[in-house]
């Protein structure tokens, strides 16, 4: 995706002719851009991939990564557009600079960038780590309430199973005892 959003910049700006002028560009900024397009969209489809079956706050999910792809895509234009300089033809030197307003345009980018594309990857990080030890303390929850009505050495019900299953009985014995007197109650008060 990545390699699609770039070369459909670059494609672009081919065609893009200005008579009398030709166009150089910064080798150093052209390859930052192209990676800022490639790990930016393969961060999103990760996410995508990652939290697909994500059920909770989908909305909310489709809006971040629908907003970092179209971060990601402005980004590595306007890097790109930084990285192309346009030059009249008819000078004898072409001199490349790089004015202050550009070199403070591209920090910026750059850096806001780079921490929005970490941040995202922390964060993702950081849940995967969460939802794995959510597991795991699951996994220790049922072993625990399996041994706590087992016998660690027969693994038979022990006297708290037997405990509670006798509750159990005894509150439907209950009610059953509780419908069958008001039956025959009501049998004998109907019986002439």
């Avoid at 166009?23 to 995508?48: E, H, N, Q």
């Avoid at 489709?62 to 590595?76: F, G, K, N, P, R």
């Avoid at 209950?174 to 419908?179: F, H, R």
Wanted: glycine share 4%; hydrophobic share 55%.
């Amino acid at each position: 995706m990545g390699l699609g959003i770039s070369g459909m910049h670059y494609t672009g700006m081919m065609g893009l002719i200005i008579e009398g002028y030709q166009s150089a560009y910064d080798p150093l900024l052209t390859v930052f851009s192209i990676l800022i397009a490639i790990s930016g969209s393969g961060l999103t489809f990760w996410l995508i991939f990652k939290y697909k079956s994500a059920v909770s706050k989908k909305l909310l999910y489709q809006w971040c990564v629908a907003s970092m792809m179209a971060l990601t895509i402005v980004s590595m234009h306007y890097t790109g557009m930084l990285a192309v300089s346009f030059y009249p033809t008819n000078s004898d030197k072409l001199v490349m600079t790089l004015e202050a307003a550009q070199s403070i345009v591209l920090f910026v980018v750059v850096f806001i960038t780079c921490l929005i594309l970490v941040a995202a990857f922390v964060v993702a990080v950081l849940e995967q780590r969460l939802e794995e030890r959510n597991i795991q303390l699951s996994l220790a929850n049922k072993e625990l309430a399996n041994q706590a009505v087992q016998d660690n050495l027969t693994k038979l019900p022990n006297r708290l199973y037997l405990a509670e299953y006798a509750h159990f009985c005894l509150q439907i014995t209950a009610s059953v005892i509780k419908a069958l007197l008001f039956y025959i109650s009501i049998w004998t008060a109907l019986k002439p």
